[in-house]
């Protein structure tokens, strides 16, 4: 079955200090995923996506097809930063659309 | 432009009555997405619409589900018969193109429901 797993669910950092938010998942192909950040009290929103090789707010995540990883990285963490994370994988097959997400990791940058 | 807007924002409802959450999506947008979100779980998929065809409903996690999209545009997710479990973050999301890799998926601010 496809899933994925986000297995922090609270990161705690120092401001200045690298941050890595983790993300595995499970699927039998080449996957695409995306990371998608929700800051207090504001909605969802995408933070980046593989297939774009972007770097948004800092941020950078690689896809290690071994490890089965899209770990979230930033190497000076900023206390805007602070947010709920969701890795999410999305799956189109059979006319259907959809995105299965991680439980998510609340990120906490302290000054 | 306004985004996807969602009403009403916070519901309270007595266990066993019905609930209906709308969903405005952003114009022109083919596709339509609802999801639930339970307390401290990431957003589980509950159906989709390319225009007004409901696509995929294999997400409702019962009979008592219902979602619809008559004209291609709002949707409206309704519950019946609410149970205690029923209660979480309903969000709605919104996409130019469907589910791609290019193009994004816009979400809205959500419905908290509490079913007491």
């Known amino acids: 079955a496809q899933r994925v797993t986000q297995p922090e669910k609270l990161l705690s950092v120092f401001k200045g200090a690298p941050v890595e938010l983790k993300c595995n998942y499970s699927y039998s192909g080449s996957p695409e995923l995306f990371w998608y950040v929700q800051y207090s009290r504001q909605r969802l929103q995408l933070l980046l996506r593989h297939i774009s090789r972007e770097s948004i707010k800092g941020f950078t995540a690689d896809l290690n097809k071994g490890e089965t990883s899209f770990h979230l990285k930033k190497p000076f963490a900023q206390e805007e930063d602070s947010a709920m994370y969701y890795c999410a994988l999305p799956l189109t097959q059979g006319g259907s659309e959809k995105l299965v997400f991680g439980k998510g990791t609340k990120l906490t940058v302290n000054p | 432009g306004a985004g996807v807007s969602q009403s009403p924002r916070y519901k309270v409802a007595k266990r066993g009555q019905d609930v209906a959450l709308r969903c405005d999506p952003i114009?022109?947008?083919?596709?339509l997405f609802w999801y639930q979100q339970a307390l401290g779980q990431g957003p589980e998929f509950l159906t989709y619409f390319q225009n007004e065809a409901q696509l995929d409903k294999s997400g409702l996690p019962s009979d008592r589900f219902f979602a619809e999209r008559p004209e291609g545009s709002v949707s409206t997710l309704k519950i019946q018969r609410t149970q205690q479990e029923d209660s979480a973050v309903y969000l709605c999301a919104s996409s130019s193109q469907g589910l791609s890799l290019y193009y994004e998926q816009y979400f809205g601010p959500g419905t908290r429901l509490t079913v007491t």
């Open positions: 114009s022109g947008h083919v596709s």
